[in-house]
């Protein structure tokens, strides 16, 4: 299982929301790069990038704070905004490893199907839930779409990962929602990456446990629990390499 340890940016600098709220903003860093370097050093070489102003202005807006995080060397899964193909062919120019489409999914399966054809599994889907609906547009509009369903479509057209996220636990340390991560992993064969909610190791082991049960679970993001100090990342690398 990979621990994916996310690095959220607003105004070129690392910052968290809470519940996906623009006025619920702490800053962490004023450079996403020296937090990348950092998760790094720790053991990790994926990191989970969310441009947040992309994903509140519809196109990217903060590339050369990933460009800076690629030039690490580490592989970035990149979000946020990215809602057509010239941001997508774009970010993956500058050297990201696997982009997420989420808003864009919702509204257009036609899309998501081209990029698919086009760059296989450096295309995954992110599907933010509340409620077991579908919400977009960095989580500001929600939509009537069930979580599942568009999940077993985008499985059916070979999107080989989605990174389903609780919105209800993102940001509030209170633990991620399992069972839902449960019927995630069990409605779809593409691998699944668990978001939100993560606030100590047990949350982690139960999440491997997890695992065990249901191969196709990837991993799992990372973000304020690593902020505000309550797991070590090196720990979480052991404890998901196990």
Sequence with gaps: MTIYPAIDIKGGRCVRLTQGRADQETVYSENPAEVAAAFRAAGSTWVHVVDLDGAFAGEPQNLKAVSAIVALGMKV?????????????????????????????????????????????????????????????????????????????????????????????????????????????????ARVIASGGVSRREDVLELTKLAQRHANLDGVIVGKALYEKRVELDDLLRLAAR
Excluded: C, H
């Design 77 to 189: 899964q990149l979000g946020g905004g990215l809602r057509t193909r010239a941001a997508v062919e774009q970010a993956l120019n500058s050297g990201v490893s696997r982009v997420v489409i989420g808003t864009r999914a919702a509204e257009s399966e036609s899309f998501v199907r081209e990029l698919v054809q086009s760059f296989g599994q450096k295309i995954a889907v992110g599907i933010d839930a509340k409620n077991g609906q579908v919400a977009v547009k960095g989580w500001v509009a929600t939509t009537g779409t069930d979580a599942l369903e568009l999940a077993r479509r985008m499985d059916a057209m070979e999107v080989s990962t989605i990174i389903y996220t609780d919105i209800g636990t993102d940001g509030m340390l209170t633990g991620p929602n399992l069972s839902a991560q449960a019927t995630m992993l069990s409605t779809v064969q």
